[in-house]
């Protein structure tokens, strides 16, 4: 059960006067709690004079937005039993009422979807490694098809990149899963119980608080600061906590873009075999860096007494297309036995035919990856660009690599910002998606995958959002100027 007091720390800076009743403002923030799960499904609430005391609001108040929250279908009450969060049964409308009308009338076909970051497929070069995969396919027919660890060329072409990175891998140190979140959650299964401390930085990728929640374990963040990784509050962090595990994106971190140099990642190795803490390294980015590549892995260079702490993951969602769901772990190969054990209860095997397409892929990625970063750089600068134009007010960054603007807004408006922009046809991530406890509200990440016209039409759609908000915290937006 949430507390008032838990609730209302999530609910952050929810309530701006002059933008609508509180009551509707309250029932619209819970919406945005729910559908980024920062509020779990089944979740009791509490009860309407509680939460009424905590925000220093009328009973009223609060009893109008969970009867608003009820008749929408975010909420659910049964008499002596209280309120718990749900979704709603079928497809409601679930945007603010005071909001405009949609942008350009209905955005049924016209959806622009910036809250998940990740690139459309390089058809240019998937279809010729699907048809040369389709080719080797019949090697693998008289087997049975199981191949838990994954089929050995492509473990061994994994393996081989990590060596000419500058750690030296076996192939019987991979295992190929289902994308980094497939890995992830394997990790925690196998090594983490009910209750550990698991420290993450802040802002983190979302899905790692997911699947934190889902193993009953706590998150204890990290902040990153402007220039990047603090480790000796990191340090200070894992003395006083203990945690069993340890997560961290250091090459071109989503959301900042920021990249962890060569120092900082041998002391952070060190760290980790010194307080004996499981290290996960969640590499999915890697070899996204627009402005220079990543230093070498995490553990690169040190002794295997070091390496036995580190885990590393990676996966082809961000590098090639996220359809494949093709991830792969490494670890030595202890580790990677007690996975595989934890794996055998959930899924026996990744599918050949994708693990055959991502061996051509990965036997092309020379030539491929340079293309694509290119392609990127072009995209974040365009975006980086029309965002300043529009928005003056903005702090935009320019990220070195990676998929994402991590910008700084200046007002505490990202969940407001990213709820309104539903009605003009934009779906965003808001900052809080990133964070612990209503953290992040002055932030929005911008992923910089959309082609040369969506991304035009995306900020319009953007400006005409902030502008509908109204209020004192709205956005200033200046008009466009055709420059860029």
Sequence with gaps: MVTGIMLSKVLGEWWH????????????????????????????????R????????????VTTAYDALRESGFIASKRGAGSWVELPARPRQVTPSWSLTPYGGSVADTFIDMAHAAPGAPTGDLYPAVQAAVARLPEFLPAHGYYGNGIEMLR?????????????????????????QHGISLVLAAFVAAGDRIVVEHPAYPAIFDAIRQVSCRAVPVALTALGWDLDLVEATVAQTAPRLAYF????????????????????????????????????????????????????????????????LGSTSKTF?????????????????????????????????????TVELLEQADDILPRRNKELADRRDQLTALVRERFPGWSV????????????????????????????GLQLAAGPRFGVDGAFETRLRLPYTLNAEDTVTAVDRLAAAASGMGGATAPSVAPATGLV
């Design 17 to 48: 006067r002059g933008d609508g009743p509180a009551h509707r403002q309250l029932a619209d923030r819970v919406q945005v709690l729910v559908l980024d799960g920062r509020l779990p499904l089944r979740t009791r609430l509490p009860a309407e």
């Design 50 to 61: 509680e939460l009424a005391t905590t925000l220093g609001l009328s009973r009223g108040t």
């Design 156 to 180: 061994g072409a994994i393996a081989d990149r990590y060596t000419r990175r500058g750690l030296p891998t076996r192939a019987d140190q991979i295992m190929v899963c289902a994308g980094a």
């Design 249 to 312: 994106i250091p090459d071109f971190h989503n959301p900042t873009g920021l990249c962890m140099d060569a120092e900082q990642r041998i002391r952070l190795a060190r760290l980790a075999h010194r307080r004996q803490t499981l290290l996960l390294i969640d590499e999915s980015m890697v070899e996204l860096g627009l402005e220079h590549p990543a230093p070498p892995p995490v553990g690169a260079g040190l002794p295997l007494s070091v390496q036995e702490n580190l885990v590393h």
């Design 321 to 357: 297309w996220g359809g494949l769901r093709v991830g792969w772990i490494r670890g030595q190969s202890e580790l990677l036995h007690r996975l595989a054990v934890v794996r055998a209860g959930t899924d026996l095997a990744s599918p050949v035919l994708e693990q055959l397409i």
């Design 397 to 424: 960054p320019h990220p070195p690599g990676g998929l994402n603007l991590w910008i700084d807004l200046a007002a505490p408006v990202s969940s407001m910002l990213a709820l309104t922009a539903g009605r003009y």
